[in-house]
């Protein structure tokens, strides 16, 4: 019994100092951030109860729902562009994996992953310009009008969506390309004796077996197009007019600009549960496979 | 056979193009921040600067405090990982090596938390940091990017595929768990360790949004934060903006030429089951 009681306070040690971090910066924020978000919070320090107001004035807000309408536009066109770009590097790599070359390849694919979310903003930015950017440029040499993408309402989403790909499609690429080297040569040699076209192999074989990977993929992929912030600031600043602001931004503006942290907690609630949701659906979707 | 080796030849060839479309944006990023202004509006744009000059990373570097951003964006970086690998390696030894009741249940608490991004809790963690008096501070920044679950993930995924019969060796004569946790499971995990010291480093690195609100001062700035200031300050000044951003991406770059093969083989096992 005794040492039973040991080996419970043992284990409780090994996990306590990670559980002590979990608790007091990841769970417990959560909780203390809704919390805030029930009162109105004065800029001196009082704080007053208010029940679900912060939550009923965001509703009424018609900047809070282009927010979220932007935030979904861009969510909608940058997770399969993210997701897909990288399945298909990829497959490029997968398929030139014989070759020396490759390697370099794939770590000009994947470097931009490593760059900062500001150094992306500024590079792509400066690309874009409407009077000197080289792809505006190099666009109307070829004949083509294009649109000023960052200065143009419609497109200003769809550009940072592009400039968000470039940057994160390379770590999708090594998940894809490690899932796509856990396949059985075996299983592709058979499916050809059969005599399966190549198409037939992508569909029949590759993606039913890379179903895990590809749920992880989008998973991870759909936290961080929700929580898109800064690639936007550096790029428009939710320009032009309002056209970009996504929520972390009206998050950040009402918490630090207009002082209205209820309000903003409340926002952060409203993103946790989109992400809640969201992740829930892809695994019902996607059927889970627990990797324990 | 001799058309699947031109298939095969034209595919790298499309790859190598398409890898090279990939990365000239850092290699324009690059010429851009030695270019003098009128070469860097001068149409047609020019690929090879015709007269380079260092003008612009003086400027960076004299008139801003961007090496104490550098520094303050490794001091972040390195207690974020140190402390990481600290607080995750007995967890996931306890998660993995030892059996308990309840065990797997908790361990999933833990990893569906990778649910709750360090964005969502941005206000609550300002009030926590102001009410500790730690605004603005290293630890500020740090502390909340210590509990994520990758690191409990990690390691736990590699203890539970080495053999159990060498813990039970070590249990015969005599060792706890404590010492077969050092002896026998950390030399055997480096190259997990070294996933993850990875991961968290490029993490910490790079993290922008609660940074720059935990941040005030620009004595304190870490790199992403500072980039961010010059941008206020220069618009569309692209040399200067884009010196800024070279001398950033320089380390990186330099670290990314030498360990290629250990920070692809890192990554890829921070997103591989």
């Given at each position: 019994m005794k040492r039973r009681y040991g080996r419970t306070v043992e284990i409780a040690l090994f996990i306590l100092p990670f559980a002590a971090f979990w608790i007091l910066f990841r769970l417990g924020p959560v909780l203390y951030g809704f919390f805030i978000s029930l009162y109105r919070w004065d800029p001196l320090g009082d704080a007053k109860f208010i029940g679900a107001r912060?939550?009923?004035n965001l509703a009424r807000d018609p900047r809070?729902?282009?927010?979220?309408?932007?935030?979904?536009?861009?969510?909608?066109?940058?997770i399969p562009l993210i997701v897909g770009i990288g399945l298909v590097l990829a497959l490029f790599i997968f398929a030139g994996r014989k070759r020396r070359v490759t390697t370099w390849l794939e770590a000009?694919?994947?470097?931009?992953?490593?760059?900062t979310v500001s150094v992306v903003g500024l590079i792509w930015r400066w690309l874009l310009d409407p009077?000197?950017?080289?792809?505006?440029?190099t666009l109307r040499d070829m004949g083509i009008s294009p649109p000023v993408f960052l200065n143009e309402p419609r497109w200003a989403i769809p550009a940072i969506a592009l400039a968000t790909a470039w940057w994160l499609a390379g770590y999708r690429m090594l998940l894809f390309r490690a899932a796509l080297e856990d396949?059985?040569?075996?299983?592709?040699?058979?499916?050809?004796i059969d005599g399966a076209?190549?198409?037939?192999?992508?569909?029949?074989?590759v993606v039913p077996l890379l179903r895990p990977a590809i749920l992880f993929a989008l998973v991870l992929t759909t936290i961080s197009g929700f929580i898109v912030f800064g690639q936007v600031l550096i790029m428009t600043a939710g320009g032009p007019g309002r056209a970009s602001e996504v929520l972390a931004m009206y998050l950040y503006r009402f918490g630090f600009e207009y002082l209205e942290m209820g309000?903003?907690?409340?926002v952060g609630m409203v993103l946790f549960l989109i992400i809640l949701g969201l992740t829930m659906v892809s695994f019902r979707w996607l059927g889970y496979e627990s990797s324990l | 056979m001799t058309a699947s080796k031109l298939g095969s030849r034209l595919l790298v060839a499309v790859v190598a193009a398409l890898a090279l479309l990939w990365v000239a944006p850092i290699a324009w990023m690059f010429t851009t921040g030695i270019k003098p202004a009128p070469e860097i509006f001068a149409l047609p744009p020019t690929w090879i600067p015709q007269r380079p000059t260092l003008d612009h990373v003086r400027e960076v570097l004299s008139r801003w405090p961007f090496l104490r951003w550098a520094l303050n964006s490794v001091v972040v970086a390195g207690a974020t990982t140190v402390l990481s690998v600290l607080v995750s390696v007995p967890a996931a030894y306890a998660f993995s090596r030892l059996r308990w009741r309840g065990r797997d249940a908790i361990f999933l608490v833990f990893l569906s938390s990778m649910l709750i991004p360090l964005e969502v809790n941005v206000i609550p963690l300002y009030f926590l940091m102001n009410r500790l008096h730690l605004l603005n501070t290293y630890p500020a920044v740090f502390l909340p990017m210590i509990g994520m679950p990758i690191g409990i993930f990690l390691l736990r995924q590699f203890y539970i595929n080495i053999p159990g019969e060498l813990d039970d060796a070590a249990r015969v004569d005599g060792c706890g768990n404590l010492r077969i946790l050092w002896h026998v499971i950390l030399p055997l995990s480096r190259p997990a360790l070294a996933a993850l010291v990875i991961y968290m480093f490029t993490f910490a690195w790079n993290e922008f949004f609660w940074s720059m609100i935990a941040l005030s001062s620009p004595q304190m700035f870490t790199l992403p934060i500072g980039l961010r200031a010059l941008q206020g300050a220069y618009d569309i000044d692209y040399g200067v903006l884009m010196a800024g951003a070279a001398l950033a991406v320089l380390p990186t770059l330099m670290l990314f030429l030498f360990l290629r093969g250990s920070i692809i083989r890192g990554i890829t096992m921070t997103a591989h089951k």
């Open positions: 912060n939550y009923l809070f729902w282009n927010a979220l309408v932007n935030t979904l536009e861009f969510a909608a066109i940058a000009g694919f994947f470097f931009p992953y490593l760059l009077d000197f950017g080289v792809v505006l440029i396949i059985p040569d075996e299983f592709y040699e058979a499916a050809r076209s190549g198409p037939r192999i992508f569909f029949s074989i309000q903003a907690a409340a | -």
